[in-house]
C-alpha cells in the first residue's frame, strides 16, 4: 500500500487514529514507514521513504542518527504532513542489543520530534515478531553479518551471534565474501585462475595479482561490504552449478543451522518444534541457501517450521502494540 494522500490524515490528534513511526536500520539501507495502526494486523502505511546504512557500529552514530533522521523525515513528508509528532515509535537498529548503545539513541531522540514514546530494539526481534505466533520462537538473520534471536513461552530469551565480523558474522554475506577471496587468492597464488570460479571474482574485482586483490579491498572506504557483495557471485555461480560456489552454500548454510540450534536450546525449545522466522538480504534473496539450512536442520533433528520475512517493519508496527511492553519492549516518553 502506497503513501495515502487523504487530507484527513492532517489532523494527528484524531481519537481514531494511532500515528505509528517504524524503522530498521542496518548496514546497507534504512527504512522507516509512518502508519495508521488501530492494530498490530490492522494498520495502513501513510508514508514511506529508504535511506542510507544506519548501522552504528559500521558507520558511526552520527551517521546513524542522520540516516534515521533523514527516513523518518522522508516517510511523513510523503504522507503529507511532515511535522507531525507520532503517538509511538519503534527503532530497530542493528547493534542495539548493546545497553550503552541503547541509551544513546534514547537520549537522541528525545531531542527530535518523532513521537511522544520512542523503543529502541535489536534487529533480530522484529524478525521475531513479524514470522513467529505471539513472538515465540527463534529468529535468524543472515544479510551483511548474521545473528539469532529466540524466546520461549514462558518469557526466556537468548541472542546468539551477532559478535561482528572480525569475531562472527558465520553463515552471512560477509563470511561467503571472505571464502570467495580466499579461494581467489590461493588461486592467484597457484597462477591457476583462466577459468571457473576465481575467474568470476578477479573480473568483477578488476585485478590481475595477489596485491592488487587486496589492495582494492583494504584500501577501499568500507571494505566490510565490499567483502559481503562478492556473496551474489557466489549464489550466481551457485545457481550454474559451480562446484565451489556450492561448497561455500553448504558452509553458510551449516553455520546457519548451528546458530539456529544454540539459539533454540539456549531458550529451551530445541527438544520440541518450533517457529523458525529467516530474514537478512542473503537468506531472502537465496532459495538454494534456505533449502541447503532446512536439510541441515533436519540432521540436527530441529523440527522447525521455516517462515521467511520479507519486511521487517511489519514486525516493528506489531511490537509497536502495548500488550508488548515490559515484556519484549522498553518505552521511554519523549515529552
Known sequence: MGPASDASISNPSSPDRDLVVVVDTGGTKTAAWLVDSQSPTDYRRLGEARTSA???LSVGFEKATQAIYDAINLARKSAGFADVRACRAVLSIAGAANREMTARFVSWCKTIPIADQ??????????LAAGTPDCCGVALISGTGSSAFGRAADGTSKRCGGWGYLLGDEGSGYALGRGALQHTLRSLETGDTDHGFSAKVITELGVKTVTELTRTIYGGGDPRHAVAALSKIVCNAADEGDATAN???DI????????????ATAVGVADSGFPLAV????????CPLQERLRAELLKRNLQCGIQVVEEPLAGCVRLADKKFSGALVNWHACQ
Open 54 to 56: 544506519g548501522n552504528p
Open 118 to 127: 520512542i523503543a529502541i530494539v535489536s534487529d533480530v526481534l522484529p524478525i
Open 279 to 286: 530474514a537478512g538480504g542473503l537468506l531472502t534473496n537465496s
Open 247 to 249: 561448497g561455500l552454500l
Open 252 to 263: 553458510a548454510a551449516a553455520e546457519l543451522a548451528d546458530l539456529a540450534a544454540r539459539t
